[in-house]
Nanobody, 115 residues
């Protein structure tokens, strides 16, 4: 019932920036705790950042100070501002709610950072 569409990825040089968007549509009632995940080639999906209903946020150590998660509840959209990108940030990025079970995963958006 709920569809998740990630966008905003692309190819950038190390040190560059990207702003990812996650649009949720369908039978969603409201945004609560949401998160961005990423999956690099040959690796398992990992949590990158999460945002609470009160807009508090948590980040994995490797992206602290570089990434910022935010939301626009009126638009049912979650964002991830990524600055000072590094080659190790290269991955497909996905969004989803933190609550179990997650919604069906979207197609993700590819982020490629070249050195």
């Amino acid at each position: 019932q709920v569809q998740l569409v990630e966008s905003g990825g692309g190819q950038v040089q190390a040190g560059g920036s990207l702003r990812l968007s996650c649009a949720a549509s369908g039978s969603i009632f409201s945004l609560n705790e949401w998160a961005w995940y990423r999956q690099a080639p040959g690796k398992r999906r990992e949590l990158v950042a999460s945002i609470l209903s009160g807009n508090g946020a948590n980040y994995r150590d490797s992206v602290k100070g570089r990434f910022t998660i935010s939301r626009d509840n009126a638009k049912n959209t979650v964002y991830l501002q990524m600055n000072s990108l590094k080659p190790e940030d290269t991955a497909v990025y996905y969004c989803n709610r933190v609550a179990y079970p997650p919604y069906a995963w979207g197609q993700g958006t590819q982020v490629t950072v070249s050195s």
